[in-house]
């Protein structure tokens, strides 16, 4: 069974650019969650998609953007990168959304270095 | 305010040992509660995941305890190994319509050998 998988795993980007990241959720999976980690702000929620929709969405500025298929992968974008956008940025699946008792699996993470 | 704290941030300990990693939760209204590691660099991989229902779960020498009451999770591991050296996080689903997780910051496990 394959897991949680993200596109691309290393990014350099310079200043004012923008950046896509994509996210493949476990198969079966409708629950996506993009997570940004830094040393010093430890992990930070940024959204939540269920069945193409945003059910969910952390204190970020609206630079931050995601969306989900119809086959539950998602994609999330920032625009007009900063220097503080450097971090690894984490994607994560579940199976559903709500009142579910299933955990969260994770990906390994797109590291992303602004320069 | 649903807030989760693990302590301690950092311990260090020889190789064998066995070892128990706090997490405390403010409000008891949760669904589950999952702990995970994160190697450096890495995602994170999910160890446990207990249930609001639970008491425990074991996986392996891993076993998680849950007291709602108390607000508090231990993760126990039982012979530590120097491949057990990580980060280890706690992570609670809130009961409200937001159902997001709320993160503890993390114990630094180092196993020495």
């Known amino acids: ?115 | 305010k649903q807030e989760v704290t693990q302590i301690p941030a950092a311990l260090s300990v020889p190789e064998g040992e066995n070892l128990v990693l706090n997490c405390s939760f403010t409000d008891s209204a949760i669904y589950n509660l999952q702990w995970f590691r994160q190697d450096p660099g890495k995602g994170l991989t999910s160890l446990l995941l207990i249930q609001s229902s639970q008491r425990e779960q074991t996986s392996g020498r891993l076993n998680a305890s849950l007291d709602k009451s108390s607000g508090r999770s231990t993760l126990y591991i039982a012979a530590s190994q120097p491949g057990d050296s990580a980060t280890y996080l706690c992570a609670v689903r809130r009961t409200d319509s937001n159902y997001q997780l709320i993160w503890g910051a993390g114990t630094k496990l180092i196993i020495k050998p």
């Open chain 1, 1 to 115: 069974k394959a897991g949680v998988t993200q596109t691309p795993r290393y990014l350099i980007k310079t200043r004012g650019q923008q950046v896509t990241l994509s996210c493949s959720p476990i198969s079966g999976h409708r629950s996506v969650s993009w997570y940004q980690q830094t040393p010093g702000q430890g992990l930070q929620f940024l959204f939540e998609y269920f069945s193409e929709t945003q059910r969910n969405k952390g204190n970020f500025p609206g630079r931050f953007s995601g969306r989900q298929f119809s086959n539950s992968r998602s994609e999330m974008n920032v625009s007009t990168l900063e220097l503080g956008d450097s971090a690894l940025y984490l994607c994560a699946s579940s199976l559903d959304l709500g009142s579910s008792p299933y955990g969260y699996t994770f990906g390994s993470g797109t590291r992303l270095t602004v320069v």
